[in-house]
């Protein structure tokens, strides 16, 4: 199973960009398909998920301004990032999970400045 994440970028404050988890395999296979972030210097730190049934979960801190969402015909899951702060500033992680196993696409690095 191979993750490409793609879609990073500089962004101003306030803004929006719209990350891509594209799956080498059926999106729909995964158990959940979930994005994480990691700032300079912390922790990688979980954002949202979306289950295999379609449901969507979020971290407190980007509920309500980013959006978990798929697209089976394209193997893709999306993250729909909207009003942007400079704490969003990190590397960008897409992570699937099918049975036992998880896996990892590479980052994509997202910059919030001016």
Do not use: H
Request: glycine share 14%.
């Amino acid at each position: 199973v191979q993750l490409q994440a793609s879609g990073g970028g500089l962004v101003q404050p306030g803004g929006s960009l719209r990350l891509s988890c594209a799956a080498s395999g059926s999106i729909l296979s995964f158990k959940a398909v979930a994005w994480y972030r990691q700032a300079p210097g912390k922790q990688r730190d979980w954002v949202a998920r979306i289950i295999g049934g379609g449901t969507t979960e979020y971290a407190a801190s980007v509920k309500g301004r980013f959006t978990i969402s798929r697209n089976g015909a394209k193997n893709s899951v999306y993250l729909q990032m909207n009003s942007l702060s400079p704490e969003g500033t990190a590397a960008y992680f897409c992570n699937a999970a099918k049975g036992s196993s998880t896996y990892w696409g590479q980052g994509t690095l997202v910059t919030v400045s001016s």
